[in-house]
């Protein structure tokens, strides 16, 4: 609780229009059975309440996705097995518009709806409708370019055999990727290779838990052991990426044209 307050208010002083927590919420989902515990979902909604609140007092949005953290049994699972979660958000997988400025798709990395089949059809016909937006943003919670976790780990595989190829192909600008808890920043990627113009993954998920020890992976650009939030400024001449912890030290910049 100590680390998720200390980041909340460390992002509030961001004074972002909305935050973005990609999976992984309250843990408050068992792994294998038994009740979820509202507790920690009370937990959750009370400091944020409190703390997530912009420079007029006003409370910031929150936008999500689902994580294993939400569903009993954390993989292959349905929406039955993350009640609390479909009672507060009613969605893991839906987009957003704000016009032709901005387009953001959130993504379930088959905790409750598998990866590939309906949800992949879905992302093509929704990436392809939008592609003339400014700014392209996906968010979902396993990395297909694991900073910590094993890149071998199912939903990964999943998803790069999935997901990135239409993410390439309809040149989404960034992806935003939980899950492994630490600070990363790929290289531009096309097919898993450094290129000029690929997609850029962030990640992965540490604002309220303790952090991991990256890998060395030749994917990665930049990583860090260390709590963070990724702040995204989006602009008419590209967009803004910085990483800062909770004592608003920045761990990383990085700007696309």
Known sequence: FKRYKAMCKQAAK??????????????????????????????FFSCWSQEMRDKDGCLIPLLVT????????????????APFYYMFFEKATYDISFGSYAHFTFLDSNHTQKIKGK???????????????????AIYHVGAYPSSGKFEFPASQLVRKHWVPLFEKYKIHACIESHDHT?????????????????????DGC??????KPQNRPYLAHTAQKQQ???????????????????SHMLDYYEQK
């Open 14 to 43: 961001e004074n972002p229009r909305f935050a973005i927590i990609g999976g992984d919420i309250a843990y408050a989902a068992p792994k294998k059975g038994g009740q979820e515990n509202w507790e920690k979902w009370k937990t």
């Open 66 to 81: 689902i994580g294993n953290h939400e569903v009993t049994g954390s993989f292959n699972r349905g929406a039955k097995d």
């Open 119 to 137: 949800q992949t059809d879905w992302l093509k016909k929704v990436l392809k409708k939008n592609q003339h937006h400014k700014h392209r943003i």
């Open 183 to 203: 600070y990363k920043r790929t290289h531009p990627l096309v097919n898993g290779k450094k290129k000029s113009g690929g997609v850029v993954y962030f990640g």
């Open 207 to 212: 604002w309220g838990v303790a952090p991991r």
């Open 229 to 247: 939030i990724l702040v995204v400024e989006l602009a008419n001449d590209g967009r803004k990426f910085w990483s800062v912890d909770p004592k």
